[in-house]
Structures are given as structure tokens and as C-alpha cells.
């Protein structure tokens, strides 16, 4: 049946797998919060769209080291290098977009975006997974999202100022927790913010309404079976500005610092539970797959 050839392409492939002490940190949040913007400040430069709507089956992986290029894998096996001045914000464009690539129709499978000067700190995989931005999504992206959540070892859970926490986002919160990765909430374009002005005096400032924003948000994620996760406000914006300024007040007031210290913490404790963390999400992985596959078999017998 459909279903069920749709859920075999969906169980991992053997591939090389990634040295013991790097872990997969994935990007999670609907549409329009800011991910691609926080991708280009992890990774120093403004490669990735950040204003277009992305195809819901292209996966990026950033990472930090190497020489600065993008590597891309199709899902007929061809595969290409970009760098140099091939590597470009429209070569980016062509491949990651709704609008150039409609319905992915040039059969991109993958792409590997590697920097020597990423903030990405080493030995960390970022993973951005456009097919997890929302719970209304089609079978297809349901399964993706069953599909990678338990192979990815911390969540970077995004959400905008200009976007409150929705039904959707707590579903995909949900599905998060149940799968155990430790979680970074994310309070993203903060630079948006500004004082309330009445009469030349402040009625409210934007520091008063950003921890508004900040205990908003704890209390819509907030599991009582579960302990409280960071929340961390940041603007990507600013980051990406003052990227070589580390110095500024405008890098500063980005607070990507207090992120950037948060990931690398994370890593080092999960790198002492390396073994049976991944034990769990390889179990987690084969139950949700033989699970997908239950379903896909039930649906079929029922339709004869």
C-alpha cells in the first residue's frame, strides 16, 4: 500500500555513524519564529532564506569545523559540493524554498552546511528539520517527526514574542518530553521589543514585558511530571550583526552567550550517559517505527 511504502522510506538508512562524542541538537517551532535566522547566527553568516517559506522535506545539518561549504545529497544519490563563490544565499535559495523549489521537485534529500567560525560549539550537530514546524501537517511529516525526534539528543524548542505558544506548540512540546531530550526554550526576536510611552514617561518597559513574555512561556510548557526546562530570550538578529564583535553591547544584548554556555553544559553531561542514552533512543526509535508499521498494516487490511 501507500501507507506503508511511505513508512519504509521513512526507516533509517544505514549510514556512517557519527563519532561517540558528537550529538544531534535539533531547531523545533512552527513557521515565522525566527529558525532560520537563529541557524545563520549559530553559523556566522546569512546563507539560509530567512524570509521564504521552506520545503517541508529538506533537512539541514549545520555543524562547526571543516572548511566553510555546503554539501547536498539527493534522493537519487547524487551529491555536490558547494563553496568558494559557488556557495551563495541564492544557490541556498534554489534548493531550501517553496517558491524555487516547489514541492521539492529537484529531489533534494539533505544538506550539510560546515563552517570553521560557526558558534555552534564543537562536537554538537545542529539539526533543522522543517517537516516538525507544526502538528497540522501532512502523514508524511508526522512521520518524520516520529521518525527523528528520538535519534536527537537536545531540543532547541523556538518561540517568538510575536508568536504566543499555540495548540500546536504544545503538542510538539509533548511529543519532546515523552521522548526524555533535554530541552532549551528559546524566546526568540527580542529585539522587537520596546517600551509602552504614554505622555513622554514609561508605562511599561520592554524588560517588564519581556519577562511577561518569559513566564508566559514557562508556564504554557510547564509539565508537572517533568522538571522545569532553561528559558532563554535571544535575538538572532542581533547576533548575526554583531557576529565579529563579541566585544559590542549590541553582541551582549543578543544573549547568545548564555545560550551558547547552556549547549555546551548539556553536552558535557550527556557525553557521561553517551551509552545508555543512546540504548533509549534507539528503543524509542524501533517502537515508534513498529508502531507506524502496526498502523500502516491495519489501515491496509481494513481498506481491502
Known amino acids: 500500500s501507500d501507507a506503508l511504502d511511505e513508512i519504509c522510506q521513512h526507516i533509517p538508512e544505514k549510514r556512517q555513524a557519527e563519532p561517540s562524542d558528537v550529538l544531534k541538537i535539533a531547531l523545533i517551532g512552527r513557521p515565522n519564529v525566527g529558525k532560520s535566522t537563529l541557524i545563520n547566527a549559530m553559523m556566522g553568516e546569512r546563507l539560509l532564506p530567512e524570509e521564504t517559506r521552506a520545503t517541508t522535506n529538506v533537512t539541514v545539518l549545520c555543524r562547526k569545523g571543516g572548511i566553510r561549504a555546503v554539501d547536498v545529497g539527493y534522493e537519487d544519490g547524487r551529491s555536490e559540493r558547494l563553496s568558494g563563490d559557488a556557495l551563495t544565499p541564492r544557490r541556498l535559495e534554489e534548493l531550501t524554498t517553496e517558491r524555487m523549489n516547489p514541492g521539492n521537485e529537484r529531489g533534494v534529500a539533505r544538506i550539510e552546511w560546515s563552517g570553521p567560525g560557526a558558534a555552534l560549539p564543537q562536537g554538537l550537530v545542529l539539526v533543522d528539520t522543517p517537516g516538525l514546524?507544526?502538528?497540522?501537517?501532512?502523514?508524511?511529516?508526522?512521520?518524520?517527526?516520529?521518525?527523528?525526534l528520538p535519534t536527537l539528543d537536545i531540543v532547541l524548542y523556538v518561540s517568538s514574542i510575536r508568536s504566543p505558544f499555540k495548540a500546536a506548540d504544545i503538542e510538539l512540546v509533548r511529543t519532546v518530553l515523552e521522548a526524555r531530550q533535554r530541552m532549551i526554550l528559546l524566546l526568540t526576536q527580542i529585539d522587537l521589543e520596546r517600551d509602552d510611552i504614554e505622555g513622554g514617561r514609561v508605562v511599561l518597559s520592554r524588560a517588564q514585558k519581556l519577562a511577561a513574555y518569559l513566564q508566559e512561556l514557562r508556564r504554557d510548557a510547564a509539565r508537572p511530571d517533568r522538571p522545569e526546562y532553561p528559558v532563554i530570550p535571544i535575538s538572532a538578529k542581533l547576533a548575526l550583526r554583531h557576529f565579529y564583535d563579541r566585544d559590542s553591547a549590541e553582541w551582549r544584548a543578543s544573549n547568545f552567550e548564555p545560550l551558547l554556555r547552556r549547549m555546551t553544559c548539556f553536552r558535557e553531561r550527556l557525553l557521561h550517559n553517551g551509552i545508555a542514552l543512546r540504548a533509549r533512543r534507539a528503543a524509542a526509535l524501533l517502537r515508534r517505527t513498529l508502531e507506524d508499521l502496526d498502523s500502516a498494516l491495519r489501515d491496509t487490511d481494513g481498506g481491502e
Do not use: G, K, M, Y
Open 133 to 148: 514546524d507544526a502538528c497540522e501537517l501532512p502523514r508524511h511529516s508526522e512521520l518524520v517527526l516520529r521518525r527523528i
